[in-house]
C-alpha cells in the first residue's frame, strides 16, 4: 500500500493543474460542476484495524461502503448515521467527503460526530494526522471532523477511523395519518420524551416513526404512540437513506436544513420532511433560489441545491462574510495552490 501511496504524492506534488479527487464516483453530481484531472483513490483499500469491543473501525479511503458495512454486520454492529449509499461503488472516502447522513441521523448524530481521526495528504504530498482511535483524544481544532462534508477541498483523505454502534435488538415502525403542522408538532413533542424514535418521515399526509432500542423500550413505545403497525418496514427506511425512493426521481431537488421546531414553510412544491423537522427536501426549480433561500433563512436554516441540471444559482446557500473568510483561510493553509476539487462548494 505504501506505493499506491507514493503515487498520490507523485501526481499531487507533479500536478500542473487542478485535480478531481474521486473514489468511486457515486457523489459525482454532488456540489458545483466538476473540475481537473482525476487521481482515483480506488486502490488504496482494505480496513487497517477493526476492534468491535472497542466499537471502532480504520479503514483506507478506497475502501467500499459495501464491505464496512458487510464487515460490521457480521459483528452485530454498524455505521449508526446511516451514510447513504449510492450503489455499490460509494467507497469510505467519498462517505466522508460528502458528509451526508441519513435517516437515524437526529437520535444518534451526524458522520461528523462518528470521526474520531483520519490522515490528510495535503498539497505538498505530506501525509497529516489529526485525531485517533477514541472519543477523547482531540487538543485543539478537530481537523478531522472538518474534513467531513469539505468535498475534498482541502486535501486527500487517505485514511479515517469512524466510530461504530451495536445494532438494535428490535425495531418496529408505525404510521400516522397527519398533516403537515400536526405531524411536526407530534415529533417534537416526542422529541422531548424518553421514547427510542430513531427516525421519523412525514409526506402526503402520512407520518411514518421507527422505532429502535431494547424489546421493553420498544414496547412500551408501541404502548404509548398507538398508530398503525408497518410490517416489512425495512426496504421503505433503505429507500430514504439510498434515495431510492420515488421522491427523489424528481429532476430537481432541494435540500433544507432547519430546526426541527420550525413551523410548516409554504414553498410551492411538495416536501418530504425527515429528522424530527430539520430535514426537508423540496422540488422546486432552481429558479426559485432567491425566494427559498430568504423563506429558510428566515427561518433559521439553509438551503442546498441538492440536484439540478442547472446549479448557476449556486449548490450552497451563500456563506455569512466571516464565515466564508475562515473558509477561505482553511483552503489557503491546506491547499495554497488550489489544486484540489477547485470550485466543488462554492
Same mark, same amino acid.
Given at each position: 500500500m505504501q506505493a499506491i501511496i507514493e503515487q498520490f504524492r507523485e501526481q499531487i506534488v507533479g500536478a500542473k493543474a487542478p485535480l478531481r479527487l474521486r473514489g468511486g464516483g457515486s457523489k459525482d453530481w454532488y456540489g458545483q460542476a466538476l473540475q481537473g484531472e482525476v487521481l482515483d483513490t480506488r486502490a488504496y483499500t482494505g480496513v487497517v484495524d477493526y476492534e468491535?469491543?472497542?466499537?471502532?473501525?480504520?479503514?483506507?479511503c478506497g475502501t467500499p461502503l459495501a464491505e464496512v458495512e458487510a464487515l460490521l454486520a457480521g459483528r452485530g454492529q454498524m455505521l449508526a448515521f446511516e451514510p447513504p449509499r449510492y450503489g455499490a461503488a460509494s467507497t469510505i472516502g467519498g462517505v466522508v467527503a460528502a458528509g451526508l447522513s441519513g435517516p437515524r441521523r437526529a437520535a444518534v448524530g451526524a458522520l461528523r460526530d462518528f470521526v474520531l481521526g483520519a490522515k490528510l495528504m495535503d498539497a505538498k504530498g505530506e501525509v497529516l494526522n489529526f485525531g485517533g482511535q477514541v472519543m477523547k483524544n482531540v487538543a485543539g481544532y478537530d481537523v478531522s471532523r472538518l474534513l467531513a462534508g469539505s468535498l475534498g477541498t482541502?486535501?486527500?483523505?487517505?485514511?479515517?477511523?469512524?466510530?461504530?454502534?451495536?445494532?438494535?435488538?428490535?425495531?418496529?415502525?408505525?404510521?400516522?395519518?397527519?398533516?403537515? =403542522?400536526?405531524?411536526?408538532?407530534?415529533?417534537? *413533542? +416526542? /422529541? !422531548?420524551?424518553?421514547?427510542?424514535?430513531? %427516525?421519523?418521515?412525514?409526506?402526503?399526509?402520512?407520518?411514518?416513526?421507527?422505532l429502535s432500542g431494547a424489546d421493553a423500550a420498544v414496547k412500551f413505545a408501541l404502548a404509548q404512540l398507538g398508530g398503525e403497525r408497518v410490517s416489512e418496514a425495512a426496504a421503505f427506511w433503505d429507500s430514504l437513506r439510498d434515495q431510492t425512493h420515488g421522491f427523489f426521481a424528481a429532476p430537481d431537488l432541494w435540500r433544507l436544513s432547519l430546526p426541527p421546531?420550525?413551523?410548516?414553510? =409554504?414553498?410551492?412544491?411538495?416536501?418530504?420532511? *425527515? +429528522? /424530527? !423537522?430539520?430535514?426537508?427536501?423540496?422540488? %422546486?426549480?432552481?429558479?426559485?433560489?432567491?425566494?427559498?433561500r430568504r423563506s429558510v433563512a428566515a427561518a433559521g436554516g439553509h438551503a442546498t441545491?441538492?440536484?439540478?441540471?442547472?446549479?448557476?444559482?449556486?449548490?450552497?446557500?451563500?456563506?455569512?462574510?466571516?464565515?466564508a473568510r475562515i473558509h477561505e483561510r482553511l483552503k489557503a493553509n491546506f491547499d495554497p495552490a488550489g489544486i484540489f476539487n477547485p470550485g466543488r462548494m462554492y
Open positions: 468491535p469491543t472497542e466499537l471502532v473501525i480504520t479503514v483506507r482541502l486535501g486527500l483523505i487517505t485514511e479515517v477511523s469512524l466510530k461504530v454502534l451495536p445494532q438494535p435488538v428490535r425495531e418496529e415502525t408505525i404510521r400516522f395519518e397527519l398533516d403537515e =403542522i400536526a405531524a411536526l408538532r407530534a415529533v417534537n *413533542e +416526542w /422529541g !422531548g420524551k424518553p421514547l427510542p424514535v430513531s %427516525a421519523t418521515c412525514w409526506q402526503r399526509g402520512v407520518l411514518t416513526v421507527r421546531a420550525a413551523s410548516a414553510l =409554504i414553498l410551492g412544491g411538495e416536501q418530504l420532511i *425527515e +429528522w /424530527g !423537522g430539520a430535514q426537508r427536501w423540496l422540488h %422546486a426549480a432552481p429558479s426559485a433560489a432567491a425566494d427559498i441545491l441538492f440536484r439540478a441540471q442547472d446549479k448557476s444559482a449556486g449548490a450552497f446557500h451563500p456563506l455569512a462574510p466571516a464565515v
